[in-house]
């Protein structure tokens, strides 16, 4: 088994790392999350332990990063100190798959680490998904009810940060600057976009699924 350790205390990353090598496991080593996305994007690893508080990247934004932006499915164990019931939402949240708290038992990290190698890597990374309607953000298709959506690169736009919020109401503003930036369109135009979105959104369904709050914003209906 390969094994990624994150840790940037470097007398506890080797004693990991010594301990694990000596069950057979295969190690590499860092000390930040910028150097844990730089080799996980270039090897394979059955497991990566993240630690949580480490410089220039720490392990959660590394952990969110690695799902969403290198849509790695790696396993991923949180291994830290921090022992919050907040700390333990935030790193299942980014993309976690375990978190064992310090100090812990040798003997425990290897049963955690054998799990998380069998359970093999995670299938829904890169999907966002709210009820019947599911987005790949890797190869950037769009489906209801698993029917292929056909839309152009704004209405894709325009659909993503609704799923990412749904149910909740996005307003236009907020819309906008997801899918222009700085650059303001003209006044017509995401009205446009959102009636060509929800012509797709709906064709071949008898419920609707695009909602707009006049003069608020839009939201997708559960």
Known sequence: ????????????????????????????????GEAALSLASEHKYDVIIMDIMMPKLDGILTTSKLRKEFYCGTP??????KDALEDKISAFKAGGDDYLVKPFAMEELVIRLIALSHRGERNDIGLLTFDDITINTESKQAFRKNKPIKLTQIQYK?????????????????????????????????????????????????????????????????
């Open 1 to 32: 088994m390969k094994v990624l350790v994150v840790e940037d205390n470097q007398q506890i990353a080797e004693t990991i790392s010594d301990y694990l090598e000596l069950e057979g496991f295969t190690i590499d080593c860092c000390y930040h």
């Open 158 to 222: 325009i659909l993503t940060i609704l799923i990412q919020k749904a149910p909740n109401l996005v307003s236009r503003s907020e819309v906008i600057h997801h899918v222009w930036g700085e650059e303001i369109p003209s006044s017509d135009a995401l009205r446009s976009h959102v009636y060509g979105l929800r012509l797709a959104l709906d064709k071949g369904f008898e419920q609707s699924r695009l909602e707009t709050v006049h003069g608020q914003g839009y939201r997708i209906k559960p």
């Open 76 to 81: 991923i164990l949180f291994l830290t100190a």
